[in-house]
């Protein structure tokens, strides 16, 4: 998957093979920055495709994988949204479930509960219906925006 990690001044455009790869390098990426970094888009997308990418926006390269958030690449990362990597249809392994989304954004259980005005149990069980594929699209919904992340649902005609 390629990725987009970044805050309100510098993105980085990386890959990782997969979603327990992508927390190491967040939480590496944060170690290093005084400012809190976030993930900003994810795609489906090999090692070529980061590159691809960086050749498109490597007017605005600040240094290695990290560039200057410019109106382009803001534009990008607005329109790519949703095509965003969420769930993948590979092995359940690199599933990105609710439960690590909210992990990736360094977001307790308790936290996120409060937000939503719910107990802890029911957010619980929001995420435990999505993984089961059950939850309501309503509820992953306000679980989503409670993250800062918004929902859009495509249908594709089945071959």
């Known amino acids: 998957m390629v990725y987009f990690i970044g805050n309100n001044d510098i993105v980085k455009i990386g890959y990782s093979k997969d979603i327990n790869s992508l927390k190491n390098r967040l939480i590496s990426i944060q170690t290093g920055n ?29 240094s290695g994988e990290w560039f200057s958030k410019s109106g382009e690449i803001n534009s990008f990362i607005e329109t790519n949204k949703i095509n965003s990597l969420f769930v993948s249809d590979k092995k359940n392994d690199d599933k990105l479930t609710l439960k690590t989304l909210r992990k990736l954004q360094g977001i307790s259980l308790q936290s996120l509960a409060e937000n939503l005005h719910i107990t802890k149990q029911s957010a619980f069980k929001i995420e435990k219906r999505y993984e089961e594929e059950a939850a309501t699209v309503k509820k ?20």
């Open 34 to 62: 005084h400012t809190k970094v976030e993930i900003l888009l994810l795609l489906d997308g090999d090692f070529d495709y980061e590159k691809t990418l960086h050749n498109k926006f490597k007017s605005y390269r600040a």
């Open 140 to 159: 992953i919904r306000a679980y989503a925006n409670a993250l800062g992340y918004d929902v859009h649902i495509s249908f594709f005609k089945m071959k």
